[in-house]
Nanobody
Framework: QVQVVESGGGLVQAGGSLRLSCAAS????????AAWFRQAQGKEREFVAG????????SSADSVKGRFTISRDNAKNTVYLQMNSLKPEDTAVYYC?????????????????WGQGTQVTVSS
């Protein structure tokens, strides 16, 4: 069983930065793939970035490529999302997800565990 809790969201001006954290319980988390998704009001949840269990493989959506970076520290059971050059269209609730399949996918169905989400609001 794995539980994940997101933190680090908030209100930021366009062009600013935030770092989201996803803290996981359970010693097996280091064997899980992980990802960040987001859901804007009135829209479907979308993949933002994913990372493999070792951190050796990662990918991000075209809409955030070059601005957002996903990373993980398995010693701390934590996955991060560094978000730079934020835009108003990045405003959403951001969710952390974990997959027992060690790698990541861009579909919500790939993931077994989800956090409650953290709100990110970017003002223009």
């Amino acid at each position: 069983q794995v539980q994940v809790v997101e933190s680090g969201g908030g209100l930021v001006q366009a062009g600013g930065s935030l770092r989201l954290s996803c803290a996981a319980s359970g010693r097996t988390f280091r064997n899980y793939g992980a990802a960040w998704f987001r859901q804007a009001q009135g829209k479907e949840r979308e993949f933002v970035a994913g990372i493999s269990w070792s951190g050796g493989s990662s990918s991000s959506a075209d809409s955030v490529k070059g601005r957002f970076t996903i990373s993980r520290d398995n010693a701390k059971n934590t996955v991060y999302l560094q978000m730079n050059s934020l835009k108003p269209e990045d405003t959403a609730v951001y969710y952390c997800a974990a997959s027992s399949r060690k790698y990541f996918g861009d579909s919500s169905d790939y993931y077994d565990y989800w956090g409650q989400g953290t709100q990110v609001t970017v003002s223009s």
